[in-house]
């Protein structure tokens, strides 16, 4: 597609409950990151999938959290047993092979854990 | 660690005033540096880039930054403010990842 494409674009969840983002990249775009932007907090990274390799998941906040990538596309954000302070916007970028000429961002998916 | 610091939180201008916003980054080696812009309601975009060479960078709607290596920093700014441009802004930078590291944010506010 022309751009990052996020899905849904808001989510409201029970306290308890598992929720999946997903991203779909730019077509030819081998690089995806899942970020999360929080009131005051900025971006913080959360994972990083660049062609078949291992991904980056050194972001990840607690083991709640886990991302996949299938195909080299498509990419499913998890949250399992959601908290409130999971509440945030949950946003996803690509890149074309590398960061070096940086990020096009989708619009993102706010999540209300109530 | 490797972090960028942004110092301005909040940033109130009228129409016409010039705008400088701070950003600094904790690494020695070799960096890329950006500015990127979110707009109310809007996704983030790539306002200007540093890669090499020319330290100041010029980007789109009248910004431009300039990378000083000797005070690690990288300060937006642009001579005279619209309206238009009250958004939130962030610096981000490549250090020695392949991924971007985020300050937290400068919400700037115009006031016509």
């Known amino acids: 597609g022309a751009g990052v494409s996020q899905s849904p674009s808001n989510k409201v969840t029970e306290k308890g409950k598992d929720v999946e983002l997903r991203c779909d990249p730019i077509?030819?775009?081998?690089?995806l990151y899942w970020y999360r932007q929080s009131l005051g907090q900025g971006l913080e990274f959360l994972i990083y999938?660049?062609?078949?390799?291992?991904?980056?998941k050194s972001g990840l906040p607690s083991d709640r959290f886990s991302a996949e990538r299938t195909g080299g596309s498509v990419s499913t954000l998890t949250i399992q047993r959601t908290q409130q302070e999971d509440s945030a916007v949950y946003l996803c970028?690509?890149?074309?092979?590398?960061?070096?000429?940086?990020?096009?961002f989708g619009s993102g998916t706010r999540l209300t854990v109530v | 660690a490797q972090s960028v610091s942004q110092h301005n939180h909040h940033v109130i201008l009228s129409e016409a005033a010039s705008l400088e916003l701070g950003c600094n980054y904790s690494?020695?080696?070799?960096?890329?540096l950006f500015w990127y812009v979110q707009y109310p309601g809007q996704h983030l975009q790539l306002l200007l880039k540093?890669?090499?060479?020319?330290?100041l960078v010029k980007g789109i709607k009248g910004f431009e930054a300039e990378f000083i290596k000797s005070k690690f920093s990288f300060n937006l700014r642009k001579p005279s403010v619209q309206w238009s441009d009250t958004a939130e802004y962030f610096c981000?930078?490549?250090?020695?990842?392949?991924?971007?590291?985020f300050g937290t944010g400068t919400r700037l506010q115009v006031f016509p």
């Open positions: 970028a690509s890149s074309l092979s590398t960061s070096i000429n940086g990020y096009t």
């Open positions: 077509s030819g775009h081998t690089a």
């Open positions: 999938f660049q062609g078949n390799s291992a991904p980056d």
């Open positions: 690494y020695g080696g070799t960096v890329n």
């Open positions: 540093y890669f090499s060479g020319d330290p």
């Open positions: 981000a930078a490549r250090l020695n990842t392949d991924k971007l590291i």
